[in-house]
């Protein structure tokens, strides 16, 4: 089935763990995006990449990395969890990042860092 | 990006019409006006997008008025499976800012009853 893919589901993470949160696509998107969503605050946008080979910071960056090495594959590493990365994480790609707005999420990954 | 706001909350019965406003009165000429829901703990799902004319799929209707300034979404058949988080987005659609950036807010919470 055609559509997005994140692992794992749900971690709980020990605070100053690496970790990476898996994201791929099989849509051929050319935008991918991570968001996270706490209680009160919405989807906030951390990192997007435009298209292979590019990323940039969204608005709410620090502690997090990302890279696109291709088109399907947009992992999220958090370098040295805290615990105000304790969240629910959301992938997302569109066809475009200017013209086709259309974004498909994944089902998300809830972490919690301890 | 133009502000958008929703009423926070709105029912409806099951089989009748939901209609779900959004105001966005700042809109300017090359922004569209995207809807996506937010059903309990998974992602976002996209439902609609339009510029200026009104726009129907398989999920929804959306009208927009002759000034922009406000929109309509509207569910034809509500069932409990739409209880849901209604987002309108507004979102320039070429050129502006160079990523797909979704500014999420708070929303609508749909309930649909029996």
């Known amino acids: 089935i055609a559509g997005i893919t994140q692992a794992p589901t749900s971690q709980i993470l020990a605070a100053g763990r690496r970790m990476t949160l898996r994201c791929t696509q099989d849509m051929r998107h050319n935008a991918m995006y991570w968001y996270r969503q706490d209680l009160g605050l919405g989807l906030r946008l951390i990192h997007y990449s435009n298209t292979a080979g590019t990323t940039g910071k969204g608005e709410v960056p620090d502690g997090y990395s990302v890279s696109r090495a291709n088109t399907d594959d947009f992992p999220l590493t958090l370098a040295s969890a805290v615990p105000s990365q304790t969240s629910v994480y959301f992938c997302?790609?569109?066809?475009?990042?200017?013209?086709?707005?259309?974004?498909?999420f994944g089902q998300g990954t809830r972490l919690t860092v301890v | 990006d133009a502000k958008t706001t929703q009423p926070p909350s709105m029912d409806c019965a099951e089989g009748r019409a939901a209609n779900l406003p959004c105001n966005h009165s700042t809109i300017s000429g090359n922004e569209y006006v995207y809807w996506y829901r937010q059903i309990h703990s998974q992602g976002p799902q996209y439902i609609i997008h339009g510029l200026k004319n009104n726009e129907t799929n398989e999920m929804a209707s959306l009208i927009i008025t002759e000034d922009r300034k406000s929109s309509t979404l509207i569910l034809p058949h509500a069932t409990l499976r739409d209880t849901a988080v209604y987002y309108c987005i507004v979102r320039v659609g070429a050129g502006g800012t160079s990523y797909g950036k979704l500014t999420f807010g708070q929303g609508t919470i749909l309930t649909v009853h029996p």
């Open positions: 997302a790609s569109s066809p475009d990042a200017q013209y086709r707005l259309e974004a498909f």
